[in-house]
């Protein structure tokens, strides 16, 4: 590696006239060389010796300022190695030390350890030497397995198994036993699907699975009253609220609070260390909320920087290609992909998965109990180039061999570790609503309300029949626009959208409207959107029925007398989902009018609110239907071939997996049963005849 790193500065002093490895007057080649040799080396020694005191020191900037201090600081250690040289031959301007160090760090990782970072023993056992030093010790011999959780992101449980099938995910494949000489027989995983609630997001699904409870998250976003506030899940200050009400209602501080680790995720689970956190990133960073198993052994190599910032232009680059090719193919559906967006999606796929991976293999390698982390780069492209498209299957790849990645380093740990790999939600294709009909939700309900529309509104279709049917319910004649009555600004609903779910709030009344206070404020509006083509249901509250789900053509009925036999306006929409919007309806902060876009059950399309052509947050499609794959010697998720529903429960199944970890997996003898037995749950390899439940 020093002579790669000899011949590179040497190469770079050639073609960068600002750097100089001679004296002004000229020196032999020997010389040069010498010159080279010791520069190259200096730089190496202060690279392993005081780059990671750097990055100690640097633990509390946050991971996209380190990042970018990197090359300044690579940068610096070059100038300091050339003002070392006694010979004192070595010259270079500042602005071309940073250059020069960023190449040499490159060509390194590309010639060195660093490029065999998904499969070479020598860096596992590098990133193993860094992720302990400084840390607490570990005890030797064997121990009880450690248990990772990595959630795929916005990856259903339909994408899972296609993407498997096309060969697009080796590793899964592998596990679930596809593709081996022995058969069916050698799988080591079985997979599950799950079911979420109404809110089908990450907000209400991975605040339910970290924490165990999902009460009171209507959505990825919604008003509340009481605080006249809008709640985003993915805002800081609203993730450690949410957090900080499911400790409270639970009474536990989450699934990661013995020796834990949370990595890339909106909420901690409790866990001690945590990096990429969103539910801390409001507090000040202190010993107790910084990462050094994550940062540490990802930026204490500067050639890991180098090479994610190489890999972010060219994914920026590749998403600029894609969305131009797509434009000009005429590609439907499609939405805007420009501005900062190929930044955002280099940002999670590349940047959010090598610091995250990082930590994982710094976890796994310090020994800790229970780490979960979340890789959100299938869910950011799926949204703006569709769940199937063949974007979002490059991004399967790269996660397939990320997993591998983690499996392989697992073989370096101190102690066994079972890998369970799950996702939060799935995605659901489709068109948005305004591609379709010209005019927002919030066009409609403004229609609906008698308020100004848009223009561009005005003059679609859509906009035309709501406006008709405002002034069909106000009794007016259609020709008198200028004289329609417009209610007072203070009466305006606040509109949010979450995937193809919306939510219609009107601020002004303290609590959640009644179905007869809508109608009297606004007696076109519920019939505007029901009777809507866009439109699936609505769920409002009734004073006679309590809770109510309107459909078009007048279909209407309590939420209390739907079932999964008796859909009425949900029937389409799955099983399951009466019971979904009944315990939505339960929700303290539910909105005044809860609105479900339209879903074709034939070939599970959506019509999302927001500008997302894979779409996640409501019923309909596969967005509701997750997935778990786990490992076969954990007991099956659930007994007797029963649905898992909800993400609380899916905290269960984990809590119960990790209590299995620290326990006997054995009998001890004949007349005492396994755990598994005293639990009711199928042993393994019973679960083994049919791995994919």
């Known amino acids: 590696m020093w002579a790669v790193s000899t011949v590179t500065m040497l190469v770079l002093a050639g073609i960068l006239p600002d750097f100089q490895l001679q004296r002004a007057d000229g020196d032999s080649a020997t010389t040069i060389a010498v010159t080279a040799a010791f520069g190259a080396g200096a730089f190496g020694l202060l690279s392993a010796l005081v780059w990671p005191l750097l990055v100690r020191l640097l633990l509390l900037v946050p991971a996209l300022v380190l990042g ?16 070392l040289n006694p010979a004192e031959r070595g010259a270079v301007d500042p602005e071309t030390a940073v250059v020069v160090a960023a190449v040499m760090s490159a060509v390194a990782s590309a010639t060195g350890a660093a490029l065999a970072v998904r499969d070479d023993d020598a860096y596992r056992r590098r990133l193993h030497r860094l992720a302990h030093r400084g840390r607490r010790p570990v005890p030797p011999g064997p121990t009880t397995p450690g248990t990772v959780f990595v959630q795929l992101d916005g990856v259903g449980h339909d994408v899972l198994t296609d993407a498997v099938g096309k060969g697009l995910m080796p590793t899964v494949a592998r596990w679930l036993g596809y593709g081996s000489a022995d058969g069916p027989g050698s799988a080591t995983h079985r997979l599950t699907p799950w079911r979420t609630d109404w809110s089908s997001q990450t907000g209400a699904s991975q605040l339910g699975i970290l924490h165990g409870s999902t009460f009171d998250v209507p959505a990825f976003r919604w008003y509340e009253k009481d605080t006249q506030e809008v709640m985003v899940s993915n805002r800081p200050t609203s993730a450690a609220e949410l957090q900080r009400r499911a400790v409270e209602r639970t009474g536990d501080g989450g699934l990661l609070t013995v020796d834990g680790a949370s990595r890339g995720n909106l909420f901690s689970g409790g866990a001690d260390e945590q990096a990429l956190v969103l539910s801390i990133a409001t507090r000040r960073r202190s010993r107790e909320t910084r990462s050094r198993a994550g940062y540490f052994a990802y930026f204490s190599d500067p050639a890991n920087a180098v090479r994610t910032a190489l890999s972010f232009v060219a994914e920026a680059g590749r998403e600029t290609a894609q969305s131009t ?209 866009g439109i699936g249901f609505l769920l409002v509250r009734s004073e006679e029925h309590g809770g109510v789900v309107l459909g078009a053509n ?79 010697e954990l007991s099956t998720p659930m007994a007797d071939g029963a649905a898992l529903v909800g993400a609380e429960q899916v905290h ?42």
């Open 652 to 693: 269960q199944v984990l809590r119960r997996w990790l209590r299995e970890c620290n326990g006997p997996q054995v009998p001890l003898d004949d007349s005492r049963p396994t755990v598994r037995e005293a639990t009711a749950f199928p042993a393994p390899e019973q679960a083994a005849q049919d791995n994919i439940v």
């Open 68 to 83: 970018l201090l990197v090359f300044f600081l690579n940068g610096a250690l070059l100038l300091v190695a050339l003002r």
């Open 325 to 533: 090719r797509a434009r000009m193919r005429k590609v439907r559906p499609r939405v805007s992909r420009g501005g900062l967006y190929p930044f955002v999606r280099a940002f999670a796929t590349v940047v959010e998965r090598d610091v995250v991976v990082a930590a994982v293999m710094g976890d796994l390698l310090a020994g800790r109990t229970a780490v979960y982390a979340d890789l959100v780069a299938y869910d950011e492209v799926a949204h703006h180039s569709g769940p199937m498209s063949r974007d979002a299957e490059k991004v399967l790849e790269r996660l397939d061999r990320a997993l591998a990645l983690i499996e392989k380093v697992a073989e370096h740990a101190p102690r066994p570790y079972r890998i369970v790999v799950l996702s939060d939600h799935g995605q659901s294709p489709g068109e948005t609503f305004r591609a379709r009909y010209g005019l927002t939700l919030a066009d409609l309900v403004r229609a609906g309300c008698g308020l100004p529309v848009p223009r561009r509104a005005r003059r679609t279709r859509s906009g035309t029949e709501a406006r008709a049917a405002v002034r069909a319910a106000l009794h007016r004649p259609v020709e008198e626009e200028h004289e329609q009555r417009r209610p007072s600004r203070r009466s305006e609903p606040i509109v949010l959208a979450s995937g193809n779910l919306g939510l219609v709030s009107f601020p002004d009344a303290r609590h959640r409207m009644s179905r007869e206070e809508i109608d009297i404020r606004h007696p076109a509006l519920l019939p505007t959107l029901a009777n809507h083509p």
């Open 554 to 632: 007048g279909a209407e009925a309590p939420v209390d007398e739907l079932d999964d036999d008796h859909p009425g306006p949900l029937a389409g929409f799955g099983p399951g989902a009466a019971d979904a919007v009944r315990r939505t309806h339960s929700f303290p902060h539910t909105a005044d009018i809860m609105v479900n876009s339209f879903h074709d059950p034939a070939d599970g399309e959506v019509l999302a609110f927001e500008e997302q052509i894979g779409s996640h947050g409501g019923l309909g499609g596969c967005q509701g239907r997750p997935f778990l794959l786990s490992p076969l």
